[in-house]
């Protein structure tokens, strides 16, 4: 049975969180910082406003031993000190459980850190050691005492790459799967999934799924999502890039012909998986700053009308801002420390209040009308500044149509007769729907 088939997927929509940020830890430490700090239950108190948002799934990134933000892992059976030890994933694993939150972890598996124990290991004794078999290393006139020249990850020289083609890798990776899987967690994030060939994936996840048939894997992809890669990796979903960048593009450019494309390639992926979606995420500047507080809604509206398995990244659902830059530290800005607690909405600036509203809204819409999670969409009126479409489900589920409204005048939209206004800005008008200026609306019928 696959996670799809056991049903879960298709009602789970994650939380995602960037540990390390958001206790506070020191991404960049100086002389190691390996003094266990019992941090990561912190998140344990966000966990109801995880609940209030409507979502059940709480996908954390790097936990594990790592030297500085996480990706440079250097073991991956250890929580990294920073953030607490084996006792403080658990407990934070069995408060989700014991409130019907799922939990995705991030799994670095294409590269490790350099200072890793067994890339360590391989430095000082060259190709004789146990471990050289795990790393693609150039041997080639090396002699004992000089640097091993060894891939590494898109130029990173603290990301070392590990042989894909090695049966150890592929053993060592399925052993890390099992061994948290059986510590309860759901299933995995595939870090740079795009960077690792399929078929190695297609060796280590079947694996995995003989002895938990109900996990899932997600594999990032950046540069669009494919159907050939899902059937040659044997992973479950993709990450939605491509609609990502459509969203915010046809926004914050005024082109929403390029969101109608955007969604057109969407649907036709849904022949062979269902995507990762998203409108923010630990890698990319915040949705609040990159289209403006007043057209989050409609950045969310889409997210949660079409198909998918969505996330919401934390401390969007306040609207709160942050831009990624290319530098060192250029990502500090999208993940920040958090509070102790979730603010309350009286302390939310008028517009942050308004996000929080949409958030919940919209997931409330998409839990009353789960076949969304594998819903066809198509555009039906397209201009520069407005957007109608509708995704329906099967015979019996109905449809939802929703209106985006970037200009400056009310917008006018034929909808079925039995069409109700379901969240956002509307109204009905005889047998049209009208939405105002700079506003969205989402109606049901059927």
């Known amino acids: 049975m696959s996670a799809e088939a056991a049903g879960w997927t298709g009602h789970v ?11 506070g830890a020191e991404v960049r430490p100086e002389g190691g910082g390996a003094q266990v700090q019992h941090r990561l239950g912190r998140i344990e108190g966000w966990l109801e406003h995880v609940i209030g948002l409507g979502l059940n799934g709480l996908a954390l990134g790097p936990v594990f031993a790592a030297s500085t933000h996480g990706y440079d892992t250097v073991d991956h059976f250890r929580i990294d000190p920073r953030l607490g030890d084996l006792g403080d994933v658990d407990r934070l694993v069995a408060a989700c459980r014991e409130r019907g939150i799922r939990v995705l972890l991030d799994g670095v598996f294409n590269h490790v850190g350099r200072a890793h124990p067994l890339f360590r290991h391989v430095e000082e004794h060259g190709p004789e050691s146990p471990h050289a078999e795990l790393f693609r290393i150039d041997w080639n006139g090396w002699q004992p005492g000089q640097p091993v020249q060894a891939e590494v990850f898109e130029g990173h020289d603290a990301l070392v790459a590990l042989d894909h083609d090695s049966p150890a890798v592929a053993e060592f990776v399925a052993e890390v799967m099992l061994h948290w899987l059986g510590r309860g967690i759901d299933g995995w994030r595939l870090d740079a999934a795009y960077a690792v060939p399929p078929a190695f994936w297609a060796r280590v996840l079947p694996k995995v799924r003989e002895q938990y048939p109900e996990a899932w894997f997600s594999g990032e992809v950046i540069h669009g999502a494919g159907a050939e890669l899902v059937k040659e990796s044997t992973v479950d979903s993709l990450t939605q890039y491509e609609l990502w960048q459509a969203i915010w593009h046809g926004i914050a450019d005024r082109n929403l012909f390029e969101l109608a494309h955007g969604l057109e390639r969407h649907d036709a992926l849904l022949g062979s998986f269902v995507p990762s979606t998203f409108v923010g995420n630990h890698d990319v500047t915040r949705i609040a700053s990159a289209v403006g507080d007043g057209f989050v809604g409609h950045a969310l509206a889409v997210l949660f009308t079409v198909a998918g ?20 530290g250029g990502d500090d800005a999208v ?4 509070p102790e607690s979730p603010p309350g909405e009286g302390e939310l600036p008028e517009a942050g209040a308004r996000i929080l509203h949409e958030h919940r809204q919209l997931i409330e819409l998409r839990r009353r009308h789960p076949w969304l999670h594998r819903a066809h969409t198509e555009a039906v009126e397209v201009a520069n500044e407005a957007l109608v479409f509708r995704s329906v489900g099967g015979a019996g589920e109905g449809g939802i149509l929703t209106a985006l409204n970037l200009s400056d005048e009310p917008q006018r939209v034929r909808v079925p007769g039995d069409a109700v206004v379901a969240a956002g800005s509307g109204s009905r008008d005889g047998d049209a729907l009208v939405v105002p200026e700079r506003e969205w609306a989402v109606v049901s019928f059927g």
Do not use: N
């Not at 929509?13 to 206790?23: I, T």
């Not at 969505?310 to 530098?327: L, M, T």
């Not at 993940?335 to 958090?338: A, C, D, K, S, T």
């Open 335 to 338: 993940r920040p420390v958090f």
């Open 13 to 23: 929509m994650w939380w995602q969180v960037y540990p390390l940020g958001f206790v």
């Open 309 to 328: 398995v969505p996330s919401v990244y934390a401390g969007d659902e306040f609207g709160w801002h942050g831009v990624k830059e290319e530098r060192i």
